[in-house]
Structures are given as structure tokens and as C-alpha cells.
């Protein structure tokens, strides 16, 4: 017996120009069940289950401003310096253990 499971959510996709696409999501999950002649443990046969989904997913394709783009760059920079910062100790401390402080200054 195949059991097919298949469950659809309902899709938007907006794009800066104005468009509007209408589409769903699919999903499907398969089970097979061998049914042995006689035994009364059920039909043989190819059974479909649909499952609508109630959340209606919307997917807005948005224009970032010029402050964002700026926060975001100065993060990223931010987080580069820290993370150096911590190699650099880290590297100072190696070298200060195995006694090579003298190439650090």
C-alpha cells in the first residue's frame, strides 16, 4: 500500500517593480506498507492525502536604505577588528609561553 502525504502552502512573492506572483509550496511524504494477500491488515492500493495549510507565506522583495547598507558595513568591520584583536592575543601568548616575547617587541 502507498500512502502519499502531500501538504500545500499558499505562496505570494512581491518584487520592487510591483508584480505579484500567486504560486504554492509543496511538500510530500511517501510511506510504503507491504499488505500480504489475506491477512486483513488493510487494502492494497495507492492512497493520497492533501493537507491545505491555514498560513498563507508572503515573500516581499524589499530595497535596503543607504544608513542600513552603512550600519551593516561598519558591523562587519567591527567584528573584523575583534576578531583580529583576539588572534593577536592569542598569537602574543604563544609566543610569550615558548619564550619568543623577544620577537614581539
Known amino acids: 500500500m502507498y500512502q502519499y502525504y502531500i501538504k500545500i502552502v499558499p505562496t505570494v512573492y512581491k518584487y520592487i517593480d510591483g508584480r505579484e506572483v500567486v504560486s504554492n509550496q509543496y511538500s510530500v511524504t511517501e510511506h510504503l506498507r507491504h499488505v ?32 542600513e ?28 609561553r615558548l619564550g619568543k616575547d623577544t620577537l614581539l617587541r
Open 36 to 67: 500480504n494477500p489475506g491477512t486483513g491488515r488493510g487494502l492494497p492500493g495507492v492512497w493520497f492525502f492533501y493537507e491545505v495549510s491555514p498560513v498563507h507565506a508572503v515573500f516581499e522583495e524589499t530595497k535596503r536604505s543607504f544608513m
Open 69 to 96: 547598507f552603512i550600519t551593516s558595513v561598519c558591523a562587519i568591520l567591527g567584528g573584523v577588528f575583534t576578531v583580529m584583536g583576539f588572534v593577536d592575543t592569542i598569537i602574543g601568548e604563544v609566543m610569550k
